[in-house]
């Protein structure tokens, strides 16, 4: 009934930059959350960056002052705007949702289907 879908990514030099995209489609009430996590090989999923439905914000220590995270309500999107890649910011991309369905009294979390992001001379 929800589903996400995720663009952008893509290669780069050190120093360059990327935008990333999240767009949920279906019976959708609220979006409390929506954040962005990254999985390098051999390592676990981490936290990028997340935005409350307030536009409250938070970073890794290591994206901070790089990378801002934003997003639209009303049409269910949410942005990654990195720059200053790093080849330690290499990894797979996903979007996070804390979502309320229509109807639904109870919340769900939601994962996009995930993106590359390579950075690399």
């Known amino acids: 009934q929800v589903q996400l879908v995720e663009s952008g990514g893509g290669s780069v030099q050190p120093g360059g930059s990327l935008g990333l995209s999240c767009s949920a489609s279906?019976?959708?009430?609220?979006?409390?959350?929506m954040g962005w996590y990254r999985q390098a090989p051999e390592k676990q999923r981490e936290l990028v960056a997340v935005?409350?439905?307030?536009?409250?914000?938070n970073y890794a220590d290591s994206v901070k002052g790089r990378c801002t995270i934003s997003r639209d309500n009303a049409k269910h999107t949410v942005w990654l705007q990195m720059n200053g890649l790093k080849p330690d910011d290499t990894g797979v991309y996903y979007c996070?949702?804390?979502?309320?369905?229509?109807?639904?009294?109870?919340?769900?979390?939601?994962w996009g289907q995930g993106t590359q992001v390579t950075v690399s001379s």
């Open positions: 935005i409350t439905s307030g536009g409250i914000t």
């Open positions: 279906g019976s959708i009430r609220s979006i409390s959350v």
């Open positions: 996070k949702l804390v979502l309320r369905r229509a109807y639904s009294s109870v919340t769900d979390t939601y």
